[in-house]
């Protein structure tokens, strides 16, 4: 039986993916942290882009019954955090994952290639 948390990452990087987001990144935190198991990363060549991916990864998991447990940014859209539990989804304008830089701060992370996930075409 697949793990749960990897079939929600694969579902929301489809939806990520349907909508052009850049560089759509899955790390694997669970031997580093407890706040979750998964951070799906991506982000979107200006607002609008932005908007429509956090729209598209909402509408795909709440059309499972799925709803995230905390939004965070959602006004602003330059970072925006859905909190899924087990895998929290951080969307950022570019100009704020360049910035902040997720990536290298857990670095210690596993990266999961989408690749094994199995993405839809």
């Known amino acids: 039986m697949p793990e749960m948390g990897l079939e929600l990452v694969k579902i929301i990087a489809e939806a990520a993916e349907e909508k052009k987001a850049n560089d759509v990144m899955v ?18 060549h200006n607002n609008l ?6 729209e598209n990864v909402m509408d795909k998991l709440e059309e ?3 709803y995230p447990i905390n939004r965070e940014g959602m ?3 330059k970072w925006v955090v859905l909190d ?12 704020q ?3 902040y ?3 290298r701060l ?16």
């Not at 857990?106 to 690749?115: F, H, M, R, S, T």
Request: aromatic fraction near 10%.
């Open 27 to 44: 790390l694997d935190i669970r031997d580093i942290t407890t706040i979750a198991d998964y951070f799906v990363i991506c982000s979107g």
């Open 49 to 54: 882009q932005t908007k429509a991916i956090i």
């Open 64 to 66: 499972k019954n799925i």
């Open 75 to 77: 006004e602003a859209t």
């Open 84 to 95: 899924y539990a087990d895998v929290m989804v951080h969307i950022f304008a570019q100009e």
């Open 97 to 99: 994952r360049e910035f």
């Open 101 to 103: 830089e997720l990536e």
């Open 106 to 121: 857990w670095k210690d992370a596993k990266v999961v290639e989408l690749g094994d996930l199995e993405l839809a075409d």
